[in-house]
């Protein structure tokens, strides 16, 4: 990827040095920003300037030293290759971007395969000059290339002196299918246990990788190959447990977006039968004792009156009580008097004629007394109806029971 | 050209320019990618390469007008790889030459 400014390749820059694990010293830096401004000096914007130095990750990979260039470039391709993949995994990438890669790797073989022909057909007669510049061409990627012609480079391998890293590479190539056939088939929600396959894999691949080293390469170079997959594997590794924190963050977004939707309707719950809670008549609400009415039914209500039926009630009361009226204001009157006060008996004649005399009431007094006999004995003769109706309906049960009985019901 | 061919000549144009004279690291990156399609960018890294491996050293040169300037200059060993390097490119030349010759005659 070439870079936009100065700024930005000297972050790619370092970025892709601190990731393929070259010791990124100041030199390194130094070289570039001196380029930048005799570049800058003959007229070049630093845009241009990035265009020439050209891919930030090739020069990178140039910084690798030439003595373990094919051994490194294993390790950072081996790097290269599976962390994509990885993050390919991560939420939000999509498929299409692993099928681009894998095209790019396709046409990477292709040209592969068209250098090594070239090399192939250039071998045969240039065999002095071919030694150095093979060592400095990096290792045709050995998790990609076609096993085929990983056996035709074996050949060679073993007529070349300099080719002398052949297990290691051969012992690399395991790795291969499993991590691919497990990042393929991923799925978010499989994360850590494809995480777990492709940690246990590398570090197999590492195994087998440093097995090769022991019987074939000297132990620096082999610690070396096995300090850089254990890299590679912890990063792999790292990234999963990466995914694994985001599902598990995920779930717990989920949780609290269930809990607080579960709150919501809870609350709108609440608050509609607030709201709708004399709407309810206590027929309607919940079932108190047997059935029947109870003070605690309307504990909690609010009044909502009903004047019709306040109304009828109230004149029922009034006839009954009717009669009640005279008696207890002639009994206020009566005591006032008794206490000395003189009566204002002309006044209030009305009333106190109720005690006009023995067993003689005035006239008013015997209407009001008339209305109030009478709707009290309607309201007996309501009780009594009531009565009998009951009385009946014990019969009619005590005749059904028999009913049943007999007809076994 | 082939990148293989062209990664292998780099070494020794870089050699041959730095035997000539001393030169920064913007003149060499000029004076190569005049003759030769390259990545810029990688010259760099193969002259921190060659440092490394002894055969060009280099100095700073604090100038007035300018930034402070690396220079790069060739080692007795440097001298040593280059003489082989360019005794290989003429056998090479010489030897494809003679192939392509054959074929052709």
Redesign the interface.
């Known amino acids: 990827m070439v870079a936009k400014d100065k700024q930005d390749f000297l972050f790619q820059l370092h970025n892709e040095l601190h990731r393929i694990g070259v010791d990124a010293n100041e030199?390194?830096f130094?070289?570039?920003?001196?380029?930048f401004?005799?570049?800058q000096?003959?007229g070049f914007t630093e845009e241009e300037t990035c265009e020439?130095?050209?891919?930030?990750k090739?020069?990178a990979r140039?910084?690798i030293?030439?003595e373990d260039e094919r051994l490194n470039s294993i390790v950072a391709k081996a790097i290269e290759s599976d962390i994509p993949h990885v993050s390919l995994t991560k939420p939000g990438r999509t498929e299409s971007a692993d099928d681009s890669l894998n095209s790019k790797r396709v046409e990477l073989d292709k040209s592969k395969l068209n250098?090594a022909e070239?090399?192939e057909t250039a071998s045969e007669?240039?065999r002095?000059?071919t030694p150095?510049?093979?060592k400095?061409?990096p290792q045709p990627d050995p998790l990609s290339i076609p096993s085929m012609f990983i056996a035709k480079d074996d050949e060679e391998q073993t007529a070349e002196p300099a080719r002398e890293f052949t297990p290691e590479h051969i012992a690399a190539e395991p790795e291969s299918p499993k991590t691919e056939q497990s990042s393929t088939s991923t799925t978010m929600g499989q994360g850590a246990a494809i995480g777990a396959a492709i940690g246990a894999a590398v570090e197999e691949a590492v195994k087998v990788v440093s097995d090769g080293i022991k019987n074939s390469v000297n132990k620096e170079t082999g610690d070396e190959i096995k300090q850089a997959f254990k890299e590679a594997g912890n990063e792999i590794k790292d990234a999963f447990s990466d995914i694994e924190k985001d599902i598990k963050n995920i779930d717990k977004d989920i949780q609290d977006i269930e809990n607080e939707l579960n709150e919501d309707v809870s609350a709108a719950n609440e608050e509609f039968s607030n709201s709708h809670k004399s709407d309810i008549p206590p027929q309607c609400g919940p079932q108190v004792g047997n059935g029947g009415f109870s003070f605690s039914d309307i504990k909690d209500m609010k009044i909502s009156i009903n004047w019709g039926k306040l109304i009828m009630w109230i004149a029922l009361d009034l006839c009954i009580f009717i009669w009640a009226l005279p008696m207890l204001a002639s009994g206020i009157i009566a005591f006032a008097g008794g206490l000395g006060i003189t009566p204002i008996v002309s006044g209030v004649g009305i009333i106190i004629g109720g005690f006009d005399g023995i067993f003689v009431f005035h006239r008013l007094s015997e209407i009001f007394l008339g209305i109030g006999i009478t709707a009290f004995g309607c309201m007996m003769t309501g009780l009594a109806a009531k009565m009998v109706k009951g009385f009946i309906m014990i019969c009619k049960n005590i005749i059904m029971g028999h009913v049943k009985a007999l007809f076994d019901l | 050209m082939n990148s293989q061919l062209k990664r292998g000549t780099l070494e020794l144009c870089v050699l041959s320019i730095v035997c000539e004279s001393d030169c920064y690291g913007y003149e060499l990156v000029n004076k190569i990618s005049t003759c030769m399609d390259i990545t810029e960018g990688t010259i760099y890294p193969l002259m921190k390469r060659l440092k490394d491996n002894g055969v060009i050293d280099s100095y700073i040169v604090e100038s007035q007008e300018g930034p402070p300037r690396k220079y790069y200059t060739i080692t007795d060993t440097g001298r040593i790889e280059k003489d082989r390097l360019y005794n290989e490119w003429f056998e090479f030349v010489d030897s494809v030459s003679n192939l392509l010759k054959g074929e052709n005659g």
């Open positions: 030199d390194i130094a070289d570039f920003e001196e380029h401004k005799a570049s000096n003959e020439r130095l050209g891919d930030v090739e020069i140039n910084y030293d030439i250098n070239n090399t007669p240039v002095e000059y150095e510049h093979i400095e061409e």
